[in-house]
C-alpha cells in the first residue's frame, strides 16, 4: 500500500499542500475551523507528518526525565545515575526542565507527543489529568523521590521517615537539647516524611522541637531560615535541614555568625550530596541510596510495560546516617 502524503491528504481535503503543513504547525496561521477539518481528514487516512514520525522514531527506547529543581545537586546526580543505568541496558535518557513560569504538567502534554517509553517525574507533583492522559496513551509514570495523594501514582522513594529519626536520635546523644529543624516545601512528601520521623523520634525521647522555619529546599531559603534561628535571643545548639543544600547554607551562616561548628551548634543534612563531603563542609547526613532508587525506577517500568494493569506501587529504599564533623 502507498504511504499517505500531505499532497494526498491536500487533495482529499480541497485544500493546498502549504495549508496542510499549517495545519500540523501549531504556530502557524490558520483558521480554526480549517485546521480541524484538516485534521480530521489526516486521521482517517491514517497520515502521520515527517516531524511526527521522526520524534516517534527517536523516542523508541527513550525514558523521558523531568526534573523541576535542577539546583538541588541531589537531581543532576540522579539524572547521571539514571543516564548510565539506560546506556547499560541500550536505552536512552532524555532530559526535560520546568522553565519558569510553567508547570510539569505543562512539560508533560508535551512529552507526550514525543512518545517516549515512559517519564520519570523528580522534585514534582502531577495532575491528576495528565497522569490519566498518560495511562490513555500507555506510557508508565513513574515519581522520583515523591509520592502524592493518588493511590493509582507509582513512585520510588527512600526511608525519608526512618531517616528523620536517625537523625533525632543523633542530636538526643550528643545531649541537645534546644533542637530546631529547617523544613522544606511544606506540601511535599519529602518534607513531611522526613520532619515527621524526626518529630517522633523527639517526642518519644519527652523532647520537644524547639524551633521550625523553612527554607523551601533552597540554599538561599536556608541562609535565610538559619539567620531567623540564629539571631534569636536563645539560640538552637542543634539544626536539622531536611536537605543538605539549606544544610550546607546553615553552616555558613554559622561561620558568619562566629559559631562553633559542632562544639556550639551542630548541624545535620539529608541527601549526601557530593558537596557534603568536601573537607570544608564535612557534613554529617542521611544518605539517599540513588543507584538503588534508580534500578527500582526502571524495574517498575518494565513492569509496566509489560502489564499495564500494574500501578499504584511506591518501592522504598533504606537509607542511613553518614557521620561527619558537623553534627
Known amino acids: 500500500m502507498p504511504e499517505i502524503t500531505a499532497k494526498d491528504i491536500a487533495h482529499a481535503a480541497g485544500v493546498s499542500q502549504a495549508a496542510v503543513s499549517r495545519a500540523f504547525n501549531p504556530a502557524a496561521s490558520i483558521k480554526q475551523k480549517k485546521r480541524e477539518m484538516i485534521l480530521k481528514v489526516a486521521r482517517e ?13 527517536a523516542g523508541t527506547g527513550a525514558i523521558a526525565l523531568i526534573a523541576a529543581d535542577l539546583d538541588n545537586p541531589f537531581y543532576p546526580v540522579a539524572a547521571d545515575t539514571l543516564a548510565k543505568a539506560l546506556f547499560r541496558r541500550g536505552r536512552h535518557l532524555i532530559l526535560y ?4 513560569g510553567q508547570t510539569v504538567d505543562d512539560v508533560l502534554r508535551n512529552v507526550l507527543k514525543f512518545k517516549p517509553e515512559a517519564a520519570i517525574v523528580a522534585s514534582a507533583t502531577l495532575s491528576s489529568s495528565v497522569v490519566a492522559a498518560c495511562r490513555r496513551q500507555g506510557m508508565p509514570i513513574i515519581l522520583f523521590n515523591r509520592t502524592q495523594h493518588d493511590p493509582n501514582a507509582t513512585a520510588v522513594v527512600c526511608d525519608n521517615y526512618a531517616g528523620g529519626r536517625m537523625i533525632a536520635r543523633r542530636f538526643l546523644e550528643q545531649g541537645r537539647s534546644r533542637i530546631a529543624v529547617i523544613g522544606g516545601v511544606q506540601d511535599t512528601s519529602t518534607h513531611r516524611e522526613r520532619l515527621r520521623g524526626f518529630s517522633d523520634a523527639l517526642a518519644e525521647a519527652g523532647v520537644s522541637v524547639f ?9 538561599q531559603g536556608g541562609q535565610s531560615a538559619a539567620l531567623e534561628l540564629l539571631r534569636r535571643p536563645q539560640r538552637p545548639d542543634a539544626i536539622f535541614a531536611a536537605n543538605d543544600v539549606m544544610a550546607l547554607a546553615t553552616i ?5 555568625l562566629g559559631l562553633s561548628v559542632p562544639d556550639e551548634l551542630a548541624i545535620i543534612g539529608f541527601d549526601d550530596i557530593p558537596m557534603a563531603s568536601w573537607e570544608s563542609y564535612r557534613l554529617t547526613t542521611v544518605r539517599q541510596p540513588t543507584e538503588r532508587m534508580v534500578t527500582d525506577a526502571l524495574e517498575l517500568i518494565d513492569a509496566q510495560l509489560s ?3 500494574i500501578e499504584g ?15
Open 252 to 256: 555558613d551562616v554559622a561561620r558568619t
Open 45 to 57: 487516512m491514517g497520515y502521520e507528518p515527517p516531524a511526527l514520525r521522526s520524534l516517534t522514531e
Open 97 to 100: 526542565t520546568v522553565p519558569q
Open 313 to 327: 506501587t511506591v518501592r522504598t529504599s533504606p537509607v542511613r546516617l553518614i557521620p561527619r564533623d558537623s553534627g
Open 211 to 219: 524551633a521550625q522555619t523553612s527554607g523551601y529546599f533552597s540554599y
Open 307 to 309: 502489564d499495564r494493569s
